[in-house]
């Protein structure tokens, strides 16, 4: 896990390696001694961080390990996990991501429609470049060649154009730019987060395992 000087950094109770609050996940004790997904990190009392991935923290979670960690991390022998935790943390990761597009979107910090998105990467006004899983291919890589020849970051998203769309408010998203500085790092921030979690490459900069159309002149 990569830290900075100038970030906090916790421990693993699994992995026992050590991250940064911003790249670990947290878990809460709630009210029913249980352990739940503190993903913005504010919850009260004592706190358990995870680093490991969603495959890794089933397993563990399956073969009792994870309780024992979690008696150790809260000092309570009675702490215990939902047996779909994985899952909650990662649709609540997923949920965080498009919250946050929206959240930019509303604040101008967007460009939307791949003509447009083209002209801002080539004027460098674009930093990011996030791209659907069901993306044709020929604008997907037209348009990722152009964000990386002009310093642009490319993500591919680990879902198609539907829940793009719906956090847009806008039919058939398939591109997403995000203007360059701290809007578009604070979104590759929750990105990455989530598609480490679920075992994919936090950087994101690479195409879907299922390739998207060829083409598709309805992509926006």
């Not at 919250?99 to 460098?124: F, K, P, W, Y």
Request: charged share 25%; hydrophobic share 40%; with cysteine.
């Amino acid at each position: 896990m990569r830290t900075s000087p100038d970030d906090p950094t916790r421990k693993c109770i699994l992995s026992g390696e050590h991250g940064t609050r911003e790249g670990l996940i947290r878990l809460a004790l709630g009210p029913d001694n249980a352990v739940v997904p503190d993903l913005g990190a504010r919850a009260g009392g004592r706190g358990a961080w995870l680093g490991v991935n969603r495959a890794v923290l089933d397993t563990a979670n399956a073969k009792g390990k994870l309780r024992g960690a979690l008696a150790r991390a809260f000092k309570d022998g009675g702490v215990t996990a939902p047996a779909d935790l994985g899952e909650r943390i990662a649709l609540g990761l997923q949920k965080r991501v498009f919250d946050r597009i929206g959240l930019e979107n509303r604040g101008g910090n967007l460009i939307l429609g791949s003509e447009r998105i083209g002209e801002a990467l080539d004027g460098g006004a674009a930093g990011l470049l996030l791209i659907a899983a069901d993306a044709g291919t020929d604008t997907r890589q037209g348009l990722a060649a152009k964000a990386r020849n002009n310093g642009a970051e490319v993500i591919h998203l680990p879902v198609g154009r539907e829940v793009l769309s719906a956090s847009l408010g806008r039919a058939n998203s398939v591109f997403t730019g995000v203007a360059r500085g701290a809007a578009a790092a604070r979104v590759a921030a929750d990105i990455g987060r989530w598609r480490a979690f679920i075992g994919l490459s936090p950087d994101g900069d690479d195409a879907p395992e299922t390739p998207g159309r060829t083409s598709d002149s309805g992509e926006e």
